[in-house]
Nanobody, 126 residues
């Protein structure tokens, strides 16, 4: 089992930056992919980016790749999402997820991930 706790959400102005954190606990993260998703009211959960914990390989959604950076601190078992030049359309609940790498495909899909955090609300005002 993996427990995930997100933090860092809040209210920001358009154009500002914000960093989110996802602290993991419960078992080794080796062999896992960890991802950020977001969900705005009335919309489907959207892939933001992911990192393969052991290799550090990172991929981003095209819609945000110029404005976000995912990083990790292996000693703290924590993943980060740095978002810059925030826009009102970035307003959403941001979720951290973890999934086992076992030859499965679909790293951009919510169904790949077994473990989810409770989410943190980020609101960007115009």
């Amino acid at each position: 089992q993996v427990q995930l706790i997100e933090s860092g959400g809040g209210l920001v102005q358009a154009g500002e930056s914000r960093g989110l954190s996802c602290a993991a606990s419960g078992r080794s993260l080796s062999g896992l992919a960890m991802a950020w998703f977001r969900q705005a009211p009335g919309k489907d959960r959207e892939f933001v980016g992911r990192i393969l914990w052991h290799s550090g390989n990172i991929a981003y959604a095209d819609s945000v790749k110029d404005r976000v950076t995912i990083s990790k601190d292996m000693a703290k078992n924590t993943m980060y999402l740095q978002m810059n030049s925030l826009k009102p359309e970035d307003t959403a609940v941001y979720y951290c997820a973890a999934g086992t790498l076992s030859g499965k495909r679909g790293l951009t899909q919510p169904s790949f991930y077994e473990y989810w955090g409770q989410g943190t609300q980020l609101t960007v005002s115009s």
